[in-house]
């Protein structure tokens, strides 16, 4: 079960402030407020559609915002940029790889943008490769390998340089459930040493089993945030799912009718 974790001397790790993000008239991020604590893992949990991604997207700078703040690592995200970023992992929903290089040359690459000392970098890629089981395939194109393939290897560039702050966008997606479980246990191992971690998800148990505190989101607005048990007791739900579903609304799920067998 998560743990609680109290807020750090230093301040919150992540701390986002009245957040809003439009594209034209539709208003993605909708005055978000929230703040990742040092050393939990903090879950947006929402539907396809809610914001979640774009919400990330500002918090790395990929977007900007057009208003409130973003500060990492006490930070601010628009202002100083690189600063705020320097200790950052950011792990995309859909990773963006260069399928014309080998796995090898593609974390050498961000290893090198990422200022690691060479000897060190070789021994990280070895280390991570090994253990992703993706060392047989490190001279191989990134073109040739499978969903999951590519998620491992976009997990790995993410921590690469062992970051303070991971954020993470449906993580889970696409792995088998042996390489599902040490995922979980890596992003617990790194709440665990003192870092943070922001994770994005739609699976109500990936949450409830990992997260130390969400936000239920929806539709840009955050409806309720705290840690599991207390998200519990607003949506008066004996589960996070029935949570969810109370929270966010809609009974479409209640109308579908039951598949008859074929005689």
């Given at each position: ?43 947006i949990l929402g ?90 395939f490190q001279h ?40 599902g479980k040490m ?81």
């Open positions: 079960m998560p743990r609680m974790v109290p807020p750090g001397p230093e301040g919150p790790a992540i701390l986002v402030e009245h957040l809003t993000k439009r594209f034209g008239n539709l208003v993605a991020v909708d005055d978000l407020s929230f703040e990742v604590r040092r050393g939990e893992i903090f879950g539907s396809n559609g809610a914001g979640k991604t774009t919400t990330l997207k500002v918090i790395t700078g990929l977007l900007r915002p057009d208003g409130g703040r973003v500060l990492l690592g006490g930070i601010d995200v628009l202002r100083h940029p690189v600063e705020a970023k320097s200790g950052m992992g950011f792990l995309p929903e859909a990773p963006a790889l260069y399928d014309l290089l080998s796995a090898r040359e593609f974390l050498e690459m961000i290893g090198t943008l990422r200022g690691l000392d060479p000897g060190k970098l070789d021994r990280r890629i070895e280390e991570l490769l090994g253990i992703m089981e993706l060392g047989p191989q194109n990134v073109g040739t390998f499978s969903r999951g393939m590519r998620q491992k290897l976009a997990f790995v560039s993410s921590i690469l340089h062992e970051p303070d702050i991971l954020i993470l966008d449906e993580p889970l997606s696409g792995l088998d459930p042996r390489f995922f979980k246990r890596w992003i617990r191992d790194h709440a665990e040493s003192g870092r943070s971690v922001l994770m994005t998800t739609h699976v109500t148990s990936n949450a409830e089993e990992l997260c130390d505190r969400v936000a239920v989101v929806d539709r840009g607005r955050v409806l309720v945030k705290g840690t599991v048990k207390e998200v519990l007791e607003a949506a008066k739900a004996a589960s996070l799912e029935d949570a969810f579903v109370a929270l966010v609304g809609g009974n479409g799920w209640q109308r579908l009718p039951s598949l008859q067998r074929t005689p």
